[in-house]
Structures are given as C-alpha cells and as structure tokens.
C-alpha cells in the first residue's frame, strides 16, 4: 500500500486547521464536516469508508464502512481531488480548542492506534479500521470501550486533541497512568490497560472517576488536557435551566446581575 505523498501546513494556537498542498490527481480524504475552505479546481466526491485499496469490490467497501459504524462515525467520508494541472490546496479545520498532530505513519512501523473520534484527515492510501481491545478490563471500564481506532499504512494521517496537548516518549517498562479520557492515542507497541483506583473515600468522593488507564512502554502516547466530553459536561451543568438562572450567572442579583454583567438576555 502506498499512500499519496502530501505536503502540510498547521495554521494557529488554539483553534487550529492543517493546509494540505496537493499535487495534479493527489486525493486527502477526510471526515464530513471538518472542511473549511479550497482552491479552485478541487473537487470533492463522497466515498464509503476511507478509500483505501485494500479491499476490492462491494463487500469489501461495505466492511470498510461498517468498521466506522462501529467506532461511532459516519459510513460516508469525502475526498478531495486535484483536477488542476498545478498544486492547490485544501484545509481542515479542528472541531474544538485543541491541537492537530501530524502522524507520519512510516515512522510507527505503519500503525497508529487513536480514540475513536480523534481522526481528521488523512492522505489516499491511509486505511481507517477499527481495534478490539484484547482485555476485558480495558473494554468494559476503559472509556472508549473495546473499539478505538487504528490508522495504518505508509502516509500522513492527521488527528486532533482537546485543550494542550502532551507527548510521551515511555521507556520499556514505564507506566503512565492516565485520566482514560485524556488518551489521544499511541504506538502499537504501548500496553494499555485500566487500574481500580481503591479506596472508599477516593472512589466515592473523589471525583475521578473508579479507574485510571495504565499505559506501560515502549511507545509514544498522546494526551490531552480537555477531553471533549469533559467541555460538553461543563457547558451542560452551566446552561440556563428553564424557570432558572445559570449558573455562576448573577447568582446575587438574579436577572439584575445579568444586566450588569452583559447578558441581556431576555
């Protein structure tokens, strides 16, 4: 398998888009609804599953798509083509506040393996299946369940994290113990499982959850400050309520500390 050869620039801070350079016929494949903006000359065609060429015929596009079922994503992704005779170029955008990390797929021996809603985009080629956790510990209590995504093949491939993003290089026998919401992804080489965190107190009051995720070396780990689902829970426990205030809001003068404070909202 190989991959199409693209060139990439990473735009901004905290909410960041990737720019990737095509040449003539180069085709990125990406996730519906993370384009933002291309050249002239660019066209975009909905395809089953990622495009890869590893499988042949209906049923094989038909498993292709039925693996993103099973991650959570859509059975459609779009490719980008360049029908101009010149390079042009084509952008991403990040869905929340957060970092894009650039995978170079040959520099992982071929395979990446990320949380099941990480992926942005990525060059023709790349394949985007699915990975079985292979513990029963690990899928029942780990967060993503048994199924994370897994990245393979010989190109550029593109994901993207929540908050400030953290790289782990681990030595062999290192463990990490990680919030399992703040994993971004890692090599194929790191052990992951889940650890019970003990102890009444820590467990009933502690806030943290019952389990931390343990990731023992050799590897690369990626983590996030801001797992998405942690910002949406924020963002519901301080949304008006009906008959309500929100919260944090005027929580002393009521409907008066919101004229004060500019949220006139009526």
Do not use: W
């Not at 720019?19 to 993370?34: C, F, K, N, Y």
């Not at 089953?48 to 991650?71: I, Y």
């Not at 990446?112 to 985009?121: G, P, T, V």
């Not at 399992?180 to 003990?198: A, H, N, P, S």
């Amino acid at each position: 398998m190989i991959a199409h050869e693209i060139d990439y620039h990473i735009y901004g801070e905290e909410m960041q888009y990737v720019e990737i350079e095509l040449d003539p016929q180069e085709i990125v494949i990406a996730e519906a609804g993370s384009f933002m903006m291309m050249d002239n000359g660019i066209q975009m065609e909905t395809i089953f599953g990622d495009g890869s060429q590893q499988q042949t015929g209906l049923f094989g596009k038909l498993l292709s798509a039925g693996k993103r079922v099973l991650t959570g994503e859509s059975l459609f992704m779009t490719a980008f083509i360049n029908q101009n005779y010149n390079k042009s170029k084509v952008s991403f955008a990040s869905p929340y506040p957060g970092k894009i990390i650039p995978i170079d797929l040959r520099q992982f021996r071929g395979k990446f393996i990320c949380q099941k809603n990480a992926f942005l985009c990525a060059a023709k080629g790349v394949a985007v299946g699915i990975e079985f956790s292979k513990k029963l510990g690990t899928g029942l209590f780990g967060g993503e369940g048994f199924i994370m995504q897994k990245l393979e093949g010989d190109g550029m491939a593109f994901v993207h994290s929540g908050g400030t993003l953290a790289k782990k290089e681990l030595q062999p026998g290192e463990i990490l113990k990680v919030d399992t919401g703040c994993i971004v992804g890692f090599t194929q080489d790191v052990d992951y499982d889940i650890e019970f965190i003990g102890g009444i107190k820590n467990s009933l009051f502690g806030g943290e959850g019952l389990f931390y995720a343990t990731l023992r070396g050799p590897g690369t780990v990626y983590i996030q400050s801001l797992p998405f689902s942690r910002l949406a829970d924020r963002i519901i426990a301080s949304a008006p309520r009906a008959g309500g205030s929100s919260r944090e809001e005027g929580s002393l003068l009521g409907g008066l500390g919101n004229l004060l404070d500019g949220d006139n909202r009526f």
